[in-house]
């Protein structure tokens, strides 16, 4: 018996993955070699930072999705679940950058994104959609 897949086709999911982590690896890479570490070049290192992270995020939450997922699972949950990541790598460089990044705070940052998650899916589970198909 085949278990039933709840998320989109991984084709989807290996594309977009690839075309950001391409823009963010070429990006940060452009960026630290040419560039000095002034105000722009600063905030364009978070953004690619930001989109490298979350293409090398989304095979691992399309993963995770696939294995855990007991309802329909859209691309843009898979996209949000992996720009979350991004924001994550996005505050560890910032906090890094002061030198006030402790194991506490990786830990209290990446449980509070986690959760902040749960509850925009709970919120998303709870909100009421209309059956299209039913008669008025």
């Keep these: 018996m085949k278990k039933k897949s709840y998320v989109p086709p991984f084709g989807k999911v290996f ?20 560039f000095r570490p002034t105000l722009g070049p600063r905030w364009l290192f978070f953004f690619f930072l930001t989109t490298a992270g979350s293409g090398a995020a989304l095979p691992a939450s399309f993963l995770l999705q696939r294995r855990l997922a ?30 006030i990044m ?15 998650e749960v509850f925009i899916r709970m919120a998303e589970k709870a909100t009421f959609h209309a059956d299209p198909t039913a008669d008025a």
């Design 70 to 99: 007991t309802q329909h699972v859209p691309m843009s949950v898979l996209i949000r679940e992996a720009l979350w990541f991004g924001i994550f790598l996005d505050l560890l460089a910032w906090l890094q950058i002061g030198r």
């Design 102 to 116: 402790t194991n506490l705070a990786i830990v209290l940052l990446g449980g509070g994104l986690i959760l902040l």
């Design 15 to 34: 594309a977009i993955s690839l075309i950001l982590l391409l823009i963010g690896i070429s990006g940060l890479a452009f960026i630290v070699f040419f």
